[in-house]
């Protein structure tokens, strides 16, 4: 997921006016400025960026390119799909954090009353399990696609004559396209 969103708005930030101008006010380290070739200059702006929640990657995704994530109301599978991610992102923190023991603080996040009996108490994780967590992520990445994908075509109104007729506006669409579709580069990792 991290790899998706920080290749996905390194890419925006290249190609789409809207964003590079979003995120002119974010601040480079000098020491970025001075090694980073062009192309990866977007991703030393993330540097401090953390990617360990749905709502930092809502708030990257907002701060950076302008498109805001955050009203969900509009996108029950995308809101369902950042509350899977979420759940998966405290058990990877009890993992790593907590030597694989449920805490009180992964307890109040997802729910104290629903999840007190697992307070302290190893988490097994099964082949099952990690396949879900793998779909977990694979559904959210697909869902962030599809959601950018529209809103930032649509956001190009203003910027690019459309004609409707895809001969003539596929010198602009094809270019986002080909960044938001499955068989481009930035979904090969």
């Given at each position: 997921v991290e790899s998706y969103v920080r290749c996905l708005i390194r890419k925006l930030l290249l190609l789409d006016s809207a964003s590079r101008k979003k995120s002119y006010n974010r601040e480079l380290t000098y020491g970025a400025a001075m090694h980073h070739n062009k192309e990866l200059m977007p991703e030393a702006l993330m540097e401090g960026c953390s990617f360990h929640s749905a709502y930092?990657?809502?708030e990257t995704i907002k701060n950076m390119t302008g498109v805001n994530l955050l009203n969900l109301n509009q996108d029950p599978e995308l809101d369902t799909a950042f509350k899977d991610f979420d759940f998966i992102a405290e058990l990877r923190h009890c993992v790593v954090h907590r030597s694989?023991?449920?805490?009180?603080?992964?307890?109040?996040?997802?729910?104290?009353?629903?999840?007190?009996?697992?307070?302290?108490k190893p988490i097994k994780l099964d082949v099952l399990v990690i396949q879900q967590a793998a779909n977990a992520c694979d559904t959210l990445v697909k869902e962030i696609n599809?959601?950018?994908?529209?809103?930032?075509?649509?956001?190009t109104v203003s910027?690019?004559?459309?004609?409707?007729?895809?001969?003539?506006?596929?010198?602009?669409?094809?270019?986002?396209?080909?960044?938001?579709?499955?068989?481009?580069?930035?979904?090969?990792?």
């Open positions: 930092n990657i809502k694989g023991l449920f805490g009180s603080n992964n307890a109040l996040s997802l729910g104290l009353e629903e999840y007190k009996d697992f307070l302290e599809d959601k950018m994908f529209s809103e930032i075509l649509s956001r910027e690019y004559s459309w004609s409707g007729d895809l001969r003539s506006d596929r010198k602009y669409f094809d270019k986002y396209f080909y960044l938001f579709s499955p068989a481009s580069e930035i979904n090969s990792r």
